[in-house]
């Protein structure tokens, strides 16, 4: 622990994911002091049926485990044409063991033949603080967007290389510095309104 952590508040991050855990971190910048998910603690079910039951078990059994406040977040990418599908089962949408690669494979798949204008998508993250009193504070984050109709780029991660936001320019989140993603995206728009409510600085 360094000098500066006693300014700012301690949450031990309850998600497992570097990808995520590197864009929790750059969102937040400095006005938080993040403890890594310690090794020991078992994987949770994520067997909520929305994001907030979801990030809050999450979050929950890191506080249970370390009896600090945690932080977690849970996705989901509706797509339109699919009935709001993959949304809570986004990680698990090409299987139980299905890699990124995999989860796009399918989803351009099941997309094949839809055309740019039926192919509306968005990403949905809740980001939720708990805290060892039982209380806690959540925030959602939303990008509205289409699929591509083939994966570009090869930064972000998860479904980014075909993702295309609505407010960019054409280019896909994978296509995009980290910076350009989290101005626009789902966990950015979450993670900074989590910030605002808990009332921390959020400077880079
Ligand atoms: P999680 O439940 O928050 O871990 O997210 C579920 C799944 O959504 C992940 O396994 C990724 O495939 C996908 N996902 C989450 N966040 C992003 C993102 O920022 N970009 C692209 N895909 C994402």
Same mark, same amino acid.
């Given at each position: 622990? +360094?000098?500066?952590?006693? &300014?700012?508040?301690?949450?031990?991050?309850?998600?497992?994911?570097p990808?995520?855990?590197?864009?929790?971190?750059?969102?937040?910048?400095?006005?938080? @002091?993040?403890?890594?998910?310690? +090794?020991?603690?078992?994987?949770?079910?994520?067997?909520?049926?929305?994001l907030?039951d979801? @990030?809050?078990?999450?979050?929950?059994?890191?506080?249970?485990?370390?009896?600090?406040?945690?932080?977690a977040?849970?996705?989901?990418?509706?797509?339109?044409?699919?009935?709001?599908?993959?949304?809570?089962?986004?990680?698990?949408?090409?299987? *139980?063991? &299905?890699?990124?690669?995999d989860?796009?494979?399918?989803?351009l798949?099941?997309?094949?033949g839809?055309?740019?204008?039926?192919r509306g998508? =968005?990403? +949905?993250?809740?980001?939720?603080?708990a805290f060892?009193?039982? +209380?806690?504070? &959540?925030?959602?984050g939303?990008?509205?967007?289409t699929?591509?109709?083939?994966?570009?780029?090869? @930064?972000?991660?998860?479904?980014?290389?075909?993702?295309? #936001? @609505?407010?960019?320019?054409?280019?896909?989140?994978?296509?995009?510095t980290?910076? *350009?993603?989290?101005?626009?995206s789902?966990?950015? =728009?979450?993670?900074r309104?989590?910030?605002?409510?808990?009332g921390?600085?959020?400077a #880079?």
């Open positions: 622990m +360094s000098d500066d952590d006693h &300014a700012v508040p301690v949450f031990v991050l309850a998600t497992a994911n990808d995520k855990t590197t864009e929790i971190a750059a969102i937040l910048g400095q006005g938080v @002091a993040l403890r890594p998910r310690p +090794s020991d603690v078992p994987e949770v079910v994520e067997d909520g049926e929305t907030l979801n @990030a809050r078990l999450k979050a929950r059994a890191l506080v249970e485990a370390t009896g600090l406040p945690a932080i977040d849970d996705t989901g990418l509706e797509v339109d044409a699919l009935g709001g599908r993959p949304g809570v089962y986004s990680a698990r949408y090409a299987g *139980e063991d &299905a890699t990124y690669a989860n796009v494979d399918r989803l798949e099941e997309l094949g839809v055309p740019d204008a039926r998508a =968005r990403f +949905s993250t809740v980001a939720l603080a060892p009193d039982g +209380s806690e504070v &959540a925030a959602e939303v990008v509205e967007g699929i591509a109709d083939e994966a570009r780029g090869a @930064a972000g991660f998860g479904y980014d290389p075909v993702f295309v #936001p @609505a407010e960019g320019d054409g280019r896909t989140f994978a296509e995009m980290p910076d *350009e993603k989290h101005a626009l789902h966990r950015g =728009r979450a993670f309104s989590l910030a605002d409510r808990l921390v600085d959020q #880079p």
